[in-house]
């Protein structure tokens, strides 16, 4: 396509290429120019350098071009799957977009959990270089760096104030920190393998864990003692979850089944099979989310819904599976990703469940239409955690 230039546009872009030849030493290509394009005399100062900043200029144009491009590409997207619209949207309908709000950068090895911490605007990472970090999340900026497990930190939580920050390696310890002081207050020994999954009871006075010794063990905070060990399975206990009101705890493990037990005997409630590879990750449904599960799973919400409670996880088969622990039912399967499953949550609004997978995506389903609605290409390598609080999304990449 010709690109056709005033005559006053062609002298300038003669006279700044005439001055990009002079400036950088290209004598007789100067020369020769100018004879071509009948160039008498010396080009002006004010065509200085301008050669250069038109195409900087141009650069930068094109850039600004795509990024609009892209974020037009992602609304008509938007449109048309039926998501909320940025200005629409509440809060109960959030879901994440690109560009992400921060890139955090800092640890030497990769990065095995993140979680946001429940009061203060402040997050804490874990990782294999066997150290936690806490950052920043308004700002972006690193404050803290706790140190004392010997191998890899497998996973972190909080209680409920956010005092006490309990985190578990593969050193076959727990160590509980005082997150007012940074001081760890106890190291907790029991475990025969790693520790692979850490999490608060209900009102913070016992933590569970989970090992690839295959148990899960209950301890009290106070005094640093097990009082329970829960076995059953028959390989290693990858995450162990508790209810909303402890009286239920759930694990998942590589003998492929996910394990739902009462807190109070020990007793295993129910034994979900139906994955076909190792299960990664489980998570609790909130209240809000029964109506859509229960839409999903075909069932009338006022004749022949399902109770509850319900539960997801995330298996190596590359599906999620959503399961109603009263009757031990699958619900329904949630199939897009194309590697292994290896985080999942539930959105506080109810509406949807968000995965992250070794296919270096995150994805938002649509409960109700069990579908995905959006698909976020969050890092370069496998995306193995999810970490949320309120209207915050955290990724973690391996």
């Known amino acids: ?51 250069e900043k038109k ?7 094109q850039k600004k071009v795509m990024e609009l491009e892209a974020k037009l590409s992602e609304a008509e997207k938007e449109y048309i799957d039926g998501a909320p619209t940025r200005n629409k949207r509440t809060p109960s309908e959030w879901i994440p977009r690109p560009p992400e709000k921060f890139c955090l950068v800092g640890h030497r090895a990769p990065i095995t959990k993140v979680v ?19 950052w920043d ?36 310890t727990i160590k509980l920190w005082d997150f007012q002081t940074y001081e760890c207050i106890k190291t907790l020994h029991g475990h025969d393998h790693n520790v692979s999954s850490v999490t608060f009871m209900s009102g913070g006075d016992f933590v569970l864990s989970s090992s690839r010794d295959k148990t899960i063990k209950m301890w009290e905070v106070a005094t ?6 829960f076995t059953g399975h028959s390989d290693w206990v990858r995450m162990v979850r508790v209810y909303e009101d402890g009286s239920l705890i759930a694990s998942c493990s590589n003998d492929q089944t996910v394990r739902v037990w009462y807190t109070a005997n020990k007793d295993c409630k129910v034994e979900l099979r139906d994955h076909d ?30 109770a509850g409670p319900f539960l997801a996880s995330g298996s190596r088969d590359k599906t999620i599976k959503v399961w109603d ?64 609080l309120k209207l915050y999304l955290l990724l973690r990449e391996q």
Request: aromatic residues 8%.
């Open 116 to 134: 946001f911490h429940p009061v203060f605007s402040v997050m804490v990472s874990a990782s294999e270089d066997a150290s936690l970090r806490v």
């Open 137 to 172: 999340f308004e700002t972006g900026e690193y404050e803290k760096s706790l140190k004392g497990h010997t191998d890899s930190v497998q996973d972190i939580a909080f209680d409920q104030t956010g005092k006490l920050l309990v985190s578990c390696s593969a050193d076959m």
């Open 55 to 61: 195409w900087t200029s141009v650069i930068r144009l």
């Open 325 to 388: 622990i009263g009757t031990g039912l699958c619900l329904f399967t949630l199939v897009g990703h194309d590697n292994w499953v290896r985080g999942v949550v539930f959105h506080p609004g109810g509406k949807f469940i968000i995965s992250a997978s070794d296919d270096k995506t995150v994805r938002v389903w649509d409960t109700r239409n069990k579908r995905c609605m959006k698909s976020l290409e969050a890092h370069q390598h496998f995306c193995t955690t999810l970490g949320q």
């Open 277 to 306: 590879h190792v299960v990664e990750c489980i998570a609790w449904a909130p209240d809000s989310a029964a109506p859509a599960i229960n839409e999903a799973a075909g069932a009338d919400n006022k004749k022949g819904a399902h």
């Open 1 to 51: 396509m010709k690109m056709v230039l005033s005559q006053r546009q062609r002298e300038e872009l003669n006279k700044s290429i005439a001055d990009y030849l002079n400036s950088n030493g290209y004598m007789d290509a100067l020369e020769a120019f100018k004879k071509e394009v009948d160039m008498p005399g010396e080009v002006e100062r004010k065509y200085c350098g301008l050669l």
């Open 224 to 229: 640093g003692y097990c009082v329970k060990t």
